[in-house]
């Protein structure tokens, strides 16, 4: 047996023997995160004060969609229940889910990619450089400007962390991480020096909450810009499932079995900060959803990336619906950035996940 062939059949029965549960688990398993996605956004959809329920909620989508209306014997909605469905609540829950799921399957190709369990979609810089670019059209009044200039925030943080990763020679995990710490403290110090000059009055309020994380100003272009975003860039990363699993040890193996390594780590890491460059330009910073969420779908499914990169887009899309009702009712008539609820309830799973894994290696 050739060295190629015994590193493939070695790596591919390490891969799927410690992540395989059972099988046919990950088809199980999308099925049933398929029909909570489904079940949360009808459900969520009807909290709130206005007392809207589920069948009026199915009603108001159905007749804009041109499917019927009322259905189950649902009363009929006045014009300001049907507004409160379709312009205000479903496109923000559209956008939660979608945020969700991007963010989730970028961490988890940034954990397989760097070889980091602690890995999330911020580390190349890209929070930080978002909210550079946020922050500053934000204090310069022009906020309708405010997904482009996250975006390009972003974008550039990704471009400036990987060109220093390269110029310190290979691109390695390591020197990616560093480099991104680097860029990343760089754009917070511009971010803090910006709005010491410059924030005054309502303005300080403004940024805060988009620092925070917050979908409160969600609507059907952030729904589509989410939605390009992860149809464009979030499903090939899906479909890389075999391909991260090369990674799984190590550059050299992944070379033995014959990929470019250089290549596609650059292919995928430009995908997941386009991916996540656009979801955090219509949601602002989000935390903990791209760290936890891999790593949960792992205990039930394994890491097998061809299960786990679906699954987590799944479990995080359910994860952020239900985060986005909670900070938009939990203090109602007051709501809470987003960000505070994933962090509240992010940070005590990841400690009892590491708590689970003391004993490992």
């Known amino acids: 047996m050739s060295l190629r062939e015994h590193s493939r059949q070695e790596t591919t029965t390490a891969a799927s023997g410690s992540a395989a549960k059972a099988p046919g ?184 909450s988009w620092m925070m994380g917050s979908l409160s100003a969600a609507s059907w272009s952030s729904v589509a810009v989410a939605g390009i975003a992860f149809a464009a860039a979030g499903l090939p990363v899906l479909l890389a499932g075999r391909i991260l699993d090369g990674f799984a040890f190590g550059d050299t193996a992944a070379a033995v079995l014959g990929l470019n390594v250089s290549a596609v780590r650059w292919l995928l890491l430009g995908g997941t900060a386009v991916l996540t460059g656009a979801m955090v330009s219509v949601s602002g910073c989000i935390g903990f959803v791209g760290l936890v969420l891999p790593h949960a779908v792992r205990l039930l499914t394994g890491a097998r990336h061809r299960a786990l990169l679906p699954l987590s887009a799944l479990a995080g899309a359910v994860f952020m619906v239900w985060a986005d009702t909670l900070a938009r009712t939990l203090f109602d008539p007051r709501e809470i950035p987003v960000g505070i609820i994933t962090a509240l309830l992010g940070a005590p799973v990841f400690i009892a996940m590491l708590w689970h894994r003391r004993d490992a290696a």
């Open 25 to 208: 688990s990950g088809v199980l398993w999308s099925l049933v995160l398929l029909a909570a996605l489904a079940a949360s956004v009808l459900a969520a959809v009807s909290f709130g004060p206005a007392g809207i329920s589920p069948p009026q909620v199915l009603s108001s989508v159905l007749r804009h969609l041109g499917l019927g209306t009322e259905p189950f014997g649902a009363a009929a909605l006045t014009p300001i229940q049907d507004a409160i469905v379709w312009e205000l609540r479903l496109p923000r829950l559209l956008t939660a889910a979608l945020v969700g799921a991007g963010l989730a399957v970028s961490g988890a190709v940034m954990q397989a990619l760097t070889r980091n369990p602690l890995a999330d979609p911020y580390l190349l810089g890209l929070s930080s450089g978002a909210s550079l670019g946020a922050v500053a059209v934000l204090l310069l009044g022009a906020a309708v400007l405010l997904p482009v200039a996250a975006f390009a925030g972003a974008m550039t943080a990704m471009v400036l962390t990987l060109g220093l990763a390269s110029a310190l020679g290979v691109i390695t995990p390591t020197r990616t991480v560093l480099a991104g710490l680097a860029v990343s403290a760089l754009a917070a110090a511009l971010t803090s020096f910006i709005i010491f000059f410059s924030a005054q009055g309502d303005s300080y309020r403004e940024v805060l």
